[in-house]
């Protein structure tokens, strides 16, 4: 069974710029997270889809950051325009449709954003 | 509000000694699931154990074993043994039933294990 994939791995970009981060989640999985892990820290969530739908985007920084997840599979995170503080690496995770606080959450590799 | 605490930052051990790690957590829910995930070099969080709130009974899983207290609200993480492998960052997080599953994550136990 294939893993989370995202890309790109890495990524170096200039403060004010934008970028785009992708992620395919394990098949069949209907819930998608997206999390910030700053060098450190424990990851936290940004974001959380159930299909297509936002279930949780509490600590998404909504005026710079912005995601969506069409058909309910791929996901894609942007931050426009990118602060120095966005430097992190950001991973995608999934996990099981059904009784998803009990199941385990699968991670990709993440990308490493770095802000210059 | 769910917190987690990892008050260890390090543990450097040489290889063969026994390590564990601590786990404090924080919750107003009844029920709740509590995790531990695997960190290494390569960056990818592997999990490693899912404890739900109402079972307190200890596990065991090679080397690996788990200390789940509700009276203290702890859940420690204890490695037999250790090996250079198990070289890694370890982080404990807490699940709440109705939250979605979304993981609150402690900032996680840098383990060093030197031959």
């Known amino acids: 069974e294939a893993g989370v994939a995202q890309s790109p791995r890495y990524k170096i970009i200039e403060k004010r710029q934008s970028v785009a981060f992708w992620c395919n989640p394990i098949s069949g999985h209907a819930t998608l997270y997206w999390y910030q892990q700053i060098l450190g820290q424990g990851p936290k969530l940004l974001i959380q889809f159930q299909n297509n739908g936002v279930v949780d985007d509490s600590q998404l920084p909504k005026d710079r950051f912005s995601a969506e997840r069409l058909k309910g599979v791929d996901s894609t995170l942007k931050i426009q325009p990118a602060k120095l503080e966005d430097s992190a690496v950001y991973l995608c995770?999934?996990?099981?449709?059904?009784?998803?606080?009990?199941?385990?959450?699968?991670f990709g590799p993440g990308t490493r954003l770095t802000v210059t | 509000a769910q917190k987690v605490t990892q008050a260890q930052t390090e543990i450097s051990v040489v290889e063969k000694e026994d390590v564990t790690l601590d786990c404090v957590y924080e919750?107003?829910?009844?029920?709740?699931?509590l995790f531990w995930y695997k960190q290494p070099p390569s960056g990818e969080l592997v999990f490693l154990i899912r404890?739900?709130?109402?079972?307190?009974q200890n596990e065991i899983s090679g080397r690996y074993s788990w200390n789940f207290q509700k009276s203290t609200s702890s859940f420690n993480f204890t490695i037999t043994a250790s090996q250079v492998v198990d070289s890694a960052v370890y982080f404990c997080?807490?699940?709440?039933?109705f939250g979605w599953g979304k993981l609150q994550f402690g900032a996680g136990t840098q383990v060093v294990v030197t031959p």
């Open positions: 997080a807490l699940s709440e039933a």
């Open positions: 404890r739900n709130s109402f079972d307190e």
């Open positions: 995770a999934s996990s099981s449709p059904w009784a998803v606080a009990a199941y385990e959450q699968y």
């Open positions: 919750t107003r829910d009844t029920t709740y699931y």
